[in-house]
């Protein structure tokens, strides 16, 4: 290993890596500079550094599978069986590590499953373990193991190739193998072919767009009861709205049937203790560091930077409560000027509307999902981001499932951040991951997860929303560009 500082400093460079792979050949030269002798400011250009990028090919490589069980065993008596498999790798020491998982196939006994991809880098090779378990879904979380196998790809192909089946069988209570409970419930692998598939990256060098969109709640505060109902004076009940409820602003006195808890909320944004608060030091708040967190990485892969933006939720001026409003006071376009535009629009906002409500977020995923088929029409190679940035928890919840499940069949993929200490407990249904797709109202599935939902406050330490977002952001653009077979301009 070398002392660097016995070495000669030449220079220094710095780029952003959407720099380079955004590249048509991924190859970017950037100029070095080194720090002037007299002050510490870099000014000095000492040549020049041409930096490339390439991914391993083997990241390309991907099996696509289709499995199905048959003789799958009640876990209760009379209970339904909701099956889904999960498929893990297995490393050192014998842990476990999930890399996948097909939907859940409600009340079906021998069910057969979308196709799934395993890429070979996630596994190691052909010939590394794989434990495929087959779990009856639970709506807590606990989900019952209805039966396990463990095989490698290759074995997984010959089980595809002899058109024979594998048992399942259940893991003993002391870990021994050769007390395992071999079940009749059997495991088949209809498809298994192998191909080079392009990756996120490939699309994003090939030309294909990431555009950010924003959409900002203006809703009024929102209380939360042990009993959502609420009183006149009078002792008539008014309305009820689940465990949430929309308190008008102009509304007469009202009070809780039994007390409750108030979340900290949007509120006066003229009052420190609103989520909306401007504060004059410049510190921002939480809805201005999830747009800039989000923003500033999306906006890289964006050509014009010119971004949609919306607020929910107000009554603008001797006007009536809006669900979907141009955030940039216009009544004929949308769009700002890069992230900075975005957040003077929502100051300017700020100061021109009433806060109001409900909350509601199919208005707003509609609108989006109107500029991605439009889109898709003139053929456009985008890819559509909406950040949706909320205090409390959406009521027109059936809508919005509506609205998303539609959605899915489109280039949109939508995060909800929630922000304050509102229960966000019933907005993680809109999250597919924990493997049950979302169905609307007419009984159609969503083809695929579009929707990933933060609460912010998990993420102010450590992990970023962004990170946690582009965490999933892949899977779901390549979900999409391969269902409809669109392959990158390389």
Same mark, same amino acid.
């Given at each position: 290993?070398?002392?660097?500082?016995?070495?000669?400093?030449?220079?220094?460079?710095?780029?952003?890596?959407?720099?380079?792979?955004?590249?048509?050949?991924?190859?970017?030269?950037?100029?070095?500079?080194?720090?002037?002798?007299?002050?510490?400011?870099?000014?000095?250009?000492?040549?020049?550094?041409?930096?490339?990028?390439?991914?391993?090919?083997?990241?390309?490589?991907?099996?696509?599978?289709?499995?199905?069980?048959?003789?799958?065993?009640?876990?209760?008596?009379?209970?339904?069986?909701?099956?889904?498999?999960?498929?893990?790798?297995?490393?050192?020491?014998?842990?476990?590590?999930?890399?996948?998982?097909?939907?859940?196939?409600?009340?079906?006994?021998?069910?057969?499953?979308?196709?799934?991809?395993?890429?070979?880098?996630?596994?190691?090779?052909?010939?590394?373990?794989?434990?495929?378990?087959?779990?009856?879904?639970?709506?807590?979380?606990?989900?019952?193991?209805?039966?396990?196998?463990?095989?490698?790809?290759?074995?997984?192909?010959?089980?595809?190739?002899?058109?024979?089946?594998?048992?399942?069988?259940?893991?003993?209570?002391?870990g021994q193998n050769h007390d395992n409970k071999v079940l009749k419930s059997q495991l088949f692998v209809e498809k298994f072919t192998?191909?080079?598939?392009?990756?996120?990256?490939?699309?994003?060098?090939?030309?294909?767009?990431?555009?950010?969109?924003?959409?900002?709640?203006?809703?009024?505060?929102?209380?939360?009861?042990?009993?959502?109902?609420?009183?006149? #004076?009078? $002792?008539? %009940? @008014?309305?009820?709205?689940?465990?949430?409820?929309?308190? /008008?602003?102009?509304?007469?006195?009202? !009070? =809780?049937?039994?007390?409750?808890?108030?979340?900290?909320?949007?509120?006066?944004?003229?009052?420190?203790?609103?989520?909306?608060?401007?504060?004059?030091?410049?510190?921002?708040?939480?809805?201005?560091?999830?747009?800039? #967190?989000? $923003?500033? %990485? @999306?906006?890289?892969?964006?050509?014009?930077?010119?971004? /949609?933006?919306?607020?929910?939720?107000? !009554? =603008?001026?001797?006007?009536?409560?809006?669900?979907?409003?141009?955030?940039?006071?216009?009544?004929?376009?949308?769009?700002?000027?890069?992230?900075?535009?975005?957040?003077?629009?929502?100051?300017?906002?700020?100061?021109?509307?009433?806060?109001?409500?409900?909350?509601?977020?199919?208005?707003?995923?509609?609108?989006?999902?109107?500029?991605?088929?439009?889109?898709?029409?003139?053929?456009?190679?985008?890819?559509?981001?909406?950040?949706?940035?909320?205090?409390?928890?959406?009521?027109?919840?059936?809508?919005?499932?509506?609205?998303?499940?539609?959605?899915?069949?489109?280039?949109?993929?939508?995060?909800?951040?929630?922000?304050?200490?509102?229960?966000?407990?019933?907005?993680?249904?809109?999250?597919?991951?924990?493997?049950?797709?979302?169905?609307?109202?007419?009984?159609?599935?969503?083809?695929?997860?579009?929707?990933?939902?933060?609460?912010?406050?998990?993420?102010?330490?450590?992990?970023?929303?962004?990170?946690?977002?582009?965490?999933?952001?892949?899977?779901?653009?390549?979900?999409?560009?391969?269902?409809?077979?669109?392959?990158?301009?390389?």
């Amino acid at each position: 290993m070398l002392d660097l500082d016995e070495q000669q400093f030449l220079g220094e460079a710095t780029c952003a890596l959407s720099q380079i792979i955004t590249q048509p050949d991924k190859s970017l030269t950037i100029d070095l500079y080194t720090e002037d002798s007299v002050g510490s400011t870099l000014s000095k250009n000492c040549g020049k550094l041409m930096v490339h990028g390439e991914e391993c090919i083997s990241s390309k490589t991907a099996i696509e599978m289709v499995f199905r069980c048959s003789d799958l065993e009640y876990k209760y008596l009379f209970s339904r069986t909701d099956p889904f498999l999960l498929i893990s790798k297995v490393v050192e020491a014998g842990a476990q590590i999930p890399i996948c998982k097909t939907e859940v196939i409600r009340n079906d006994l021998n069910p057969i499953w979308k196709s799934v991809f395993v890429n070979i880098q996630q596994v190691g090779s052909k010939d590394s373990p794989l434990i495929i378990e087959c779990y009856n879904f639970n709506s807590n979380g606990k989900h019952d193991l209805m039966g396990k196998v463990q095989r490698s790809l290759v074995e997984l192909e010959n089980i595809h190739n002899n058109g024979q089946g594998e048992n399942l069988f259940l893991p003993s209570a002391d870990g021994q193998n050769h007390d395992n409970k071999v079940l009749k419930s059997q495991l088949f692998v209809e498809k298994f072919t192998e191909s080079v598939q392009y990756t996120f990256l490939d699309y994003l060098a090939g030309g294909f767009e990431l555009n950010f969109m924003v959409a900002v709640d203006f809703t009024e505060v929102q209380h939360k009861f042990t009993i959502a109902a609420l009183v006149e #004076e009078s $002792g008539c %009940v @008014l309305f009820t709205l689940r465990n949430h409820l929309w308190v /008008p602003q102009n509304a007469n006195p009202l !009070r =809780p049937l039994l007390s409750g808890s108030t979340a900290a909320s949007n509120g006066n944004p003229r009052l420190p203790d609103s989520l909306h608060y401007i504060d004059p030091s410049g510190r921002p708040n939480a809805y201005q560091r999830a747009i800039v #967190e989000v $923003g500033e %990485v @999306l906006q890289l892969y964006d050509s014009d930077k010119r971004f /949609p933006t919306w607020g929910f939720g107000a !009554r =603008p001026i001797d006007g009536p409560v809006c669900h979907c409003f141009n955030l940039n006071g216009s009544s004929h376009y949308c769009e700002v000027e890069g992230i900075q535009g975005i957040l003077m629009a929502y100051t300017s906002a700020l100061l021109n509307v009433s806060l109001a409500g409900p909350t509601l977020f199919g208005p707003v995923i509609s609108t989006a999902a109107l500029i991605a088929s439009q889109s898709v029409a003139n053929g456009g190679r985008k890819y559509f981001v909406l950040l949706i940035i909320t205090d409390g928890v959406v009521t027109d919840l059936q809508e919005t499932k509506d609205a998303i499940v539609k959605a899915s069949d489109l280039p949109l993929s939508i995060l909800i951040v929630g922000v304050g200490g509102a229960d966000f407990k019933e907005m993680e249904v809109l999250d597919a991951d924990k493997g049950e797709r979302l169905e609307s109202s007419y009984g159609r599935v969503a083809s695929r997860d579009i929707v990933q939902f933060i609460p912010f406050r998990e993420v102010q330490s450590g992990l970023s929303v962004v990170q946690a977002f582009l965490a999933e952001l892949p899977a779901q653009f390549l979900t999409y560009v391969r269902s409809r077979n669109i392959q990158p301009n390389l």
